[in-house]
């Protein structure tokens, strides 16, 4: 019984706290990933720093399985790191100023896969969106942005004569 919960604090064992429904569209996407993020997510290190990041953060040990659920959608590319405080706020029952800290962990954490992690999240959202189509800014709540694609172009000077 004890080995499941530990199984749970991987990323990668984080699914089986979900509904079995789901089981099937993450082990899709997890196939998806690079052999590096796969390595990442079912690696022993990366559970024993989700255990001893719940275990500095106080969590309630039924509760670290969260962190590694959010982990593992991070790595899938269902959440972005700019949503980890709000959802570790949420989901942990945690002030805003411990999960803001446990954040930078976890993006810490990511670090040396974040290449490997953008270009993945690169490939799913040109294959959801046309490449060459701008999304609009003010939708998502941005303000003067200024969108150089759109923008014209100044024409190019001519070339310095040489003497």
Do not use: C, W
């Amino acid at each position: 019984m004890a080995e499941l919960e530990v199984i749970k604090t991987y990323p990668i064992g984080s699914i089986l706290t979900r509904e079995e429904s789901e089981d099937a569209q993450y082990l899709q996407k997890i196939k998806r990933l690079t052999p590096e993020l796969r390595s990442f997510i079912a690696s022993p290190k990366t559970s024993a720093f989700i255990r001893g990041l719940g275990k500095s953060y106080d969590v309630l040990p039924e509760k670290i399985p969260l962190i590694a659920f959010e982990v593992l959608q991070i790595a899938i590319g269902d959440r972005k790191t700019s949503q980890l405080i709000q959802d570790l706020s949420q989901e942990l029952s945690l002030p805003l100023p411990e999960a803001t800290q446990m954040a930078k962990e976890i993006e810490e954490l990511f670090s040396p896969y974040m290449l490997s992690l953008n270009s993945a999240n690169q490939e799913q959202s040109n294959s959801t969106t046309h490449p060459l189509e701008t999304p609009n800014l003010q939708a998502g709540g941005a303000r003067n942005v200024l969108d150089l694609k759109t923008q014209n172009r100044p024409p190019v000077p001519p070339p310095i004569p040489s003497r």
